[in-house]
């Protein structure tokens, strides 16, 4: 018997190192070829550096043609499922890289005024690259002529409309770019050519020294649309619905801004429906603001809330592991730890941020007795319970960890949607599952998903230029129920904060898709629970329509458009 039982396990043991063997197989049928176009990218971009320029808009754009051109000679047909979807993963990465770049085009086009006089220099900076032997005669007769073209080019801006804020920043970002590059090339050829250096010292001090008053020129040169000026302090960039469209097409969500509002609002009115009952439950009748203060005050004291973390963060991990829900590898349970968010921080991410290393927020002895108070409120146990394995197991220190490891070639197509749509994913099957222990922590819960429908909302609104960021903030406060400054913060973060649009959406989108899949899947009987999420986890991150296609092993075309209609 022991000789059987050790056979029965060696054969386990070959099944599943074979499996193992064909996913890694199958893995690298592509990542030969999405490793190669990621150097290229790393390579032109340095040898490309100045990205407001004719030169790297023209070069790069020639490189995705070619890219494109490239992917069609690849055999598809032949390529495993693994293979198909990162195939359909790196040419939707490569079309939006060119829409994002002739969007960038259109941007240099609207600053380029504050630019003519940059023509001479380029020839400086591509014939350093090669170390060519410059004329230094002729290159301080340039520096000089560019020195007095920046005080023209000035007067000539003078007389034309200011630059919006977005302009105004984009115009500096290009000219700082020029002189880094300009200043380099000075030193390359400084000392190393004594003609060089006898000609060139004193004009490149000279030029140095007018690329910083244009600079200062160029910070203020700008002014603010009254429209958007609304007193909030926030002035972001609204992309519009055409934009918004593209953006969705491209994460493969085939839904329009106004249909997304509209699922937002429906999950926003389920939410209510269930702060109700708990509201009830905690004997405050229908007044779930009154149990949502209520829950807010009931925060730790100020130097305990890292012990709560780790209470909370153990609490998460023993839970999905006796149920069997997903496998926790010991050296993720090990290996995140914690830090504490400064002042300034908070302004930004008034809660919780993570991965590996998770970022607490929660008051300083410097912050003035109302911002400690709306951290603390805002930090409280109940919303902490909710956030804690949201921000690391099972989810983004847990994601994070099996990216490393796993179809590492994806990194390239990290998206929101995965990524944020994951960890929110969570929060709604311990939801499901009564991981909630009482009316208190399932207000926390809710307020967190009442707060990822009000950022699709608000969100989608702002982008297609029917919101102001204040009508942003009071939206969080009046529906959402959050203290203002976090509201703010919360706001600030998501227009200035480098996200993009449709990051905010992508929580509950994400998390959608996830659900639906799990129901197409887990609740059919077809993939068991743990499994579902096993295989989640080792295909990495890419946009959910494509974990769906990987698991289904849906039928895929050379030329995929998005179809999914998850939401039903």
Not at 134 to 143: C, V
Not at 192 to 200: A, E, I, L
């Amino acid at each position: 018997m022991r000789k059987i039982g050790l056979y029965v396990s060696v054969i386990l043991l070959f099944f599943v190192s074979s499996v193992y063997a064909q996913e890694q197989s199958n893995s690298g049928e592509m990542r030969d070829v999405i490793a190669q176009y990621q150097a290229d990218v790393s390579t032109l971009s340095r040898k490309y550096p100045i990205k407001e320029s004719e030169e790297y808009l023209n070069r790069f754009s020639q490189f995705h043609g070619d890219w494109l051109k490239k992917l069609k000679t690849l055999p598809f047909e032949t390529l495993s499922q693994s293979g198909k979807v990162d195939y359909i993963l790196l040419r939707t990465t490569i079309e939006e890289e060119e829409s994002g770049l002739q969007h960038d085009r259109k941007n240099y086009q609207e600053i380029s005024a504050a630019l003519k006089f940059t023509t001479p220099l380029l020839p400086i900076i591509q014939e350093r690259r090669r170390g060519k032997l410059l004329n230094p005669e002729q290159t301080a007769a340039t520096f000089a002529a560019v020195k007095t073209q920046i005080k023209a080019n000035q007067t000539e801006l003078e007389k034309l409309p200011k630059y919006s804020e977005r302009q105004a920043v984009r115009a500096v970002e290009a000219v700082q770019s020029y002189r880094k590059s300009i200043n380099e090339a000075f030193k390359f050829y400084n000392e190393y050519d004594p003609q060089f250096s006898w000609w060139v010292a004193a004009p490149q001090v000279e030029l140095d020294s007018a690329f910083s008053k244009y600079i200062r020129f160029l910070k203020g040169w700008k002014t603010v649309d009254p429209a958007r000026n609304d007193g909030s302090g926030i002035i972001g960039n609204p992309i519009g619905r055409d934009e918004l469209i593209k953006s969705l097409a491209f994460e493969m969500i085939p839904y329009t801004p106004e249909e997304l509002i509209e699922i937002g609002n429906k999950e926003f009115a389920w939410c209510e429906k269930e702060m109700l009952k708990a509201s009830n439950e905690m004997g405050l009748g229908n007044d779930w603001k009154a149990a949502l203060e209520k829950v807010k005050n009931d925060h730790v004291e100020p130097g305990k809330q890292p012990q709560l973390v780790e209470f909370l963060a153990e609490e998460a991990i023993a839970y999905v592991e006796k149920n069997n829900l997903i496998t926790v590898p010991d050296l993720a349970k090990e290996s995140w730890r914690m830090t504490m968010m400064t002042p300034e921080g908070q302004r930004f991410a008034p809660f919780f941020l993570g991965g590996e290393v998770v970022q607490i927020a929660y008051p300083t002895s410097t912050m003035q007795h109302d911002e400690k108070m709306m951290s603390m409120r805002g930090n409280n146990k109940h919303f902490s319970r909710a956030t804690v394995f949201h921000e690391l197991i099972p989810g983004h220190h847990l994601q994070q960890f099996m990216m490393q490891r796993y179809q590492t070639q994806r990194q390239l197509f990290r998206t929101p949607f995965w990524m944020e749509g994951w960890a929110l994913y969570w929060e709604m099957i311990l939801w499901d599952k009564n991981f909630q222990q009482s009316p208190e922590n399932r207000v926390g819960m809710l307020f967190w998903r009442m707060h990822r429908c009000a950022r699709i909302i608000f969100s989608l609104n702002y982008h297609l230029g029917k919101w102001t960021p204040q009508q942003c903030i009071d939206l969080l406060v009046d529906k959402v129920g959050h203290e203002r400054a976090n509201a703010a913060a919360e706001v600030r973060r998501s227009f200035t904060g480098g996200y993009p649009p449709l990051y905010q959406l992508a929580y509950m989108m994400g998390a959608k898709q996830f659900y639906a899949l799990r129901d197409e899947l887990v609740n059919t009987g077809k993939m068991k629970e743990k499994d579902f999420h096993d295989t989640i986890m080792r295909n990495s991150s890419m946009p959910v329509e494509m974990v769906r296609a990987q698991l289904t092993n849906q039928p895929l075309t050379r030329d995929f458009k998005t179809i999914w209609r998850f939401n039903y």
